[in-house]
């Protein structure tokens, strides 16, 4: 059987399809931007904890109290129970009202250091820390959801190269047969002028070398379309499509292993691999971080404001004592329309994603099956196929010999060669069927396809 040859040197594998995947298609670079997009976003969250400077800088020349003022402040929010530290410095020059008191330094200025802490509202969760949140889990999100798209990228190149392995052998049995039938003109001539057949044998023989040669051109033209197809994914270093050529296609589409699927043990894989599953997972957190977030904003505020203040030098004692400040603000909303709204938002779109990822398990499982099913069925068909392609052949030689002897016409030889090219062709195609099964059933299970270095 031509499906135990040896591999030639120079044909195409499907290694060589994959290999440059990820670095020169460019859909893949494409999908590989939702990545990049998703790091960016988490990197904006990010910068919602970056210090804050603030400085005022005021001046009254003309007046009954003219001066000078400059206060300067720095804010660092931090992820700890949404504290935020803060410190300054200010400085007054000049004369300062009775009833300005605060604004008098010391002669080098007043420092100061302190901590805002919420205790209710902002406290379990603020808006600093849902947008980190989000963002690091629409990194997950985006990670699963571009390993989904490679793996459906993986999956189009292993069929569509499969495809175009079997159009290759398909070729090379039409060209077979068109070389039988010439082969036999010569022979069948001779014998026509001997008188040991009708000359209508002869005719009937250019008749089928027509017909052999239009089948030859429909599937060189079946060859062509799936190499062109195949360029899609078949690249070269510099990224552009490679059509490869008819040459290269492998001496056989490979044997069938002796392979028994776990449905069972697929289908938990799967369900655990899938990546579709897991970027549902992760954009149903990030729903439940915004109602986390809504449920909090409806709750009263209530921060702790602690701070210290030391002035410096020259001034009067009473300024230079170190200063201890606590404040506790309270805020009380009187309705909750916008936090409520963004609550029910939230629980909604927590509902709509739960019923799609019902729906996606249920579909992972459905290709499981779906794969096994296409194995069993491609194994049953190579079985009945080989079974048929001997009896064929048989046949082929038991007609041959009659017609050699003057017992049956060219016609019936031509049907029973016919009979057998067409019975290796469906062959072929189970072959390709059971290789694409097994590639499907590797995306089910949410794997890329291990591939050999080249």
Do not use: C, H
């Amino acid at each position: 059987m031509a499906a135990s040859e040896a591999p030639r040197a120079g044909e195409l594998r499907l290694d060589d399809v994959l290999a440059n995947l990820d670095t020169q298609l460019p859909l893949l670079t494409s999908i590989e931007q939702e990545r990049v997009i998703a790091d960016a976003q988490a990197l904006s969250a990010e910068g919602g904890f970056d210090p804050l400077v603030r400085a005022r800088a005021t001046t009254i020349p003309t007046g009954p109290y003219p001066q000078d003022r400059v206060d300067f402040l720095v804010e660092q929010p931090t992820a700890i129970w949404g504290a935020k530290l803060f410190g300054g410095y200010r400085i007054s020059r000049g004369d300062i009202a009775p009833y300005d008191g605060k604004l008098v330094t010391g002669g080098w200025g007043e420092g100061r250091l302190g901590v805002a802490v919420p205790v209710w509202r902002d406290g379990p969760i603020d808006k600093r820390r849902a947008a980190l949140q989000k963002a690091e889990l629409g990194q997950e999100s985006a990670g699963q959801s571009v390993q989904a798209k490679r793996i459906k990228v993986y999956l189009g190149a292993s069929l569509r190269y499969w495809k175009w392995v079997g159009a290759g052998r398909k070729v090379a049995i039409e060209r077979e047969l068109l070389d039988l039938a010439l082969t036999r003109a010569s022979q069948v001539s001779a014998r026509v002028e001997r008188g040991d057949v009708p000359a209508y044998e002869r005719t009937e023989n250019e008749r089928v070398v027509e017909q052999r040669r239009a089948r030859l051109v429909a599937a060189s033209r079946e060859l062509e379309q799936a190499a062109i197809s195949l360029s899609l994914y078949y690249r070269g270093d510099d990224g552009a499509p490679r059509l490869p050529d008819a040459s290269r296609v492998p001496n056989a589409v490979p044997e069938p292993a002796t392979l028994v699927p776990d449905q069972a043990r697929d289908e938990r894989v799967a369900l655990e691999n899938r990546p579709e599953l897991r970027s549902l997972e992760a954009k149903r957190r990030q729903a439940e971080v915004d109602r986390r977030l809504a449920d909090n904003q409806r709750k009263p505020a209530i921060d702790l404001i602690v701070a210290g203040a030391k002035d410096f030098g020259p001034a009067d004692d009473k300024i230079l004592k170190p200063e201890l400040e606590a404040s506790l603000v309270l805020e009380i909303p009187i309705l909750t329309r916008v936090q409520d709204g963004r609550f029910k938002e939230a629980e909604a779109k927590m509902t709509s994603i739960a019923a799609e990822a019902r729906f996606a398990r249920d579909s992972v499982v459905a290709d499981v099956r779906d794969a096994a099913s296409a194995t069993r069925a491609a194994q049953g068909k190579l079985e009945a196929l080989r079974r048929e392609i001997e009896a064929s052949s048989a046949l082929v030689t038991a007609e041959t010999q009659r017609f050699s002897l003057g017992e049956t016409t060219l016609l019936i030889v031509n049907l029973r060669e016919q009979a057998l090219a067409d019975a290796r062709k469906r062959e072929i195609d189970a072959l390709v069927e059971y290789r694409q099964a097994l590639a499907a059933r590797t995306a089910a299970l949410g794997q890329l396809p291990v591939t050999r270095p080249r």
